[in-house]
């Protein structure tokens, strides 16, 4: 990730499972052409970061799952 922007983390609002979430930070998106991804019990562990498309396919394929 090369930019100033902070991320601001956030997680789904069906997040009502106990912790075991993930967190993306979207608002690097537009910035980076990035979206960071972490495990929301290890806020300061590693990151993974997907291309956009990347990331918009990975969500595509979750919602379609939940049909």
């Known amino acids: 990730m090369t ?3 902070t991320p601001r983390w956030f997680k789904s ?3 009502d499972n106990g ?3 993930v967190e993306v930070a979207a608002n690097l998106a537009a910035i980076s052409g990035v979206v960071p991804i ?3 019990k290890n806020p300061t562990g590693p ?3 997907l291309p956009v498309n990347a990331f918009a396919l990975f969500v ?3 919602k ?3 049909q």
């Open 13 to 15: 609002s069906y997040s």
């Open 47 to 49: 990151t993974l970061t």
């Open 38 to 40: 972490r495990d929301s």
């Open 19 to 21: 912790g075991n979430c």
């Open 60 to 62: 595509a394929d979750i």
């Open 64 to 66: 379609g799952q939940q």
């Open 3 to 5: 930019t100033d922007e």
